[in-house]
């Protein structure tokens, strides 16, 4: 194999590589783009399937991009027919990635119709936190079907779950909003 052969399948495995690895660094710049403003709010329970579809149209211009890149590249059709399986197979890897991460950033920071919805408390609970003794604390709520409040398990400080395991509220005020991509997000909870 000639040094420019060489050269050209390295370039053509990296290309393959970004669909998956592209999102993993979006994601993280946009979380350290994060701890510069304001906190971003959570996905409501039950909305992070929302975000599957736009997560896979990301992931399918990700390999389309790349196909297109690596059919400029080489003229080799074995290189090009491998392209393109081992760039579908990052893609898909990066499908995740892509909703759970950079999705997830653009539907929580651009967002709509922000809205106080009370609703009942119904309990509190607590779940272990892996490698720390503080657990995550909860709140079930029942949800608001006008408003669109999904019910759940919603994630609550622990200053708030002290507060309201010792006297618990009748009802809870959620702010909530529709992100950009249609999720619902939480912006915080309220006595």
């Given at each position: 194999?000639?040094?420019?052969?060489?050269?050209?399948?390295?370039?053509?495995?990296?290309?393959?590589?970004l669909p998956f690895a592209g999102p993993i660094v979006l994601s993280?710049?946009?979380?350290?783009?994060?701890?510069?403003?304001?906190?971003?709010?959570?996905?409501?329970?039950?909305?992070?399937?929302?975000?599957?579809?736009?997560?896979?149209?990301?992931?399918?211009?990700?390999?389309?991009?790349?196909?297109?890149?690596?059919?400029?590249?080489?003229?080799?059709?074995?290189?090009?027919?491998?392209?393109?399986?081992?760039?579908?197979?990052?893609?898909?890897?990066?499908?995740?990635?892509?909703?759970?991460?950079?999705?997830?950033?653009?539907?929580?920071?651009?967002?709509?119709?922000?809205?106080?919805?009370?609703?009942?408390?119904?309990?509190?609970?607590?779940?272990?936190?892996?490698?720390?003794?503080?657990?995550?604390?909860?709140?079930?709520?029942?949800?608001?079907?006008?408003?669109?409040?999904?019910?759940?398990?919603?994630?609550?400080?622990?200053?708030?779950?002290?507060?309201?395991?010792?006297?618990?509220?009748?009802?809870?005020?959620?702010?909530?909003?529709?992100?950009?991509?249609?999720?619902?997000?939480?912006?915080?909870?309220?006595?």
């Amino acid at each position: 194999m000639s040094p420019e052969d060489k050269a050209a399948g390295q370039r053509v495995l990296l290309w393959c590589l970004l669909p998956f690895a592209g999102p993993i660094v979006l994601s993280i710049a946009l979380v350290l783009l994060s701890a510069l403003g304001p906190p971003l709010p959570t996905l409501a329970p039950g909305q992070g399937w929302r975000l599957a579809a736009p997560g896979a149209a990301a992931a399918l211009l990700g390999w389309l991009w790349v196909r297109g890149r690596v059919d400029h590249a080489t003229q080799r059709p074995d290189w090009r027919k491998s392209a393109a399986w081992l760039s579908l197979v990052t893609s898909l890897l990066g499908w995740p990635v892509w909703t759970l991460g950079a999705m997830q950033w653009v539907n929580g920071r651009f967002t709509s119709d922000l809205q106080a919805t009370p609703v009942p408390l119904q309990g509190l609970s607590t779940t272990p936190r892996k490698n720390s003794r503080v657990p995550y604390h909860w709140a079930h709520l029942p949800g608001d079907a006008a408003t669109g409040l999904p019910a759940g398990k919603y994630l609550l400080d622990s200053g708030h779950h002290a507060a309201w395991t010792a006297q618990p509220p009748a009802t809870v005020t959620v702010h909530h909003a529709r992100g950009l991509l249609g999720a619902r997000v939480v912006a915080g909870l309220g006595d």
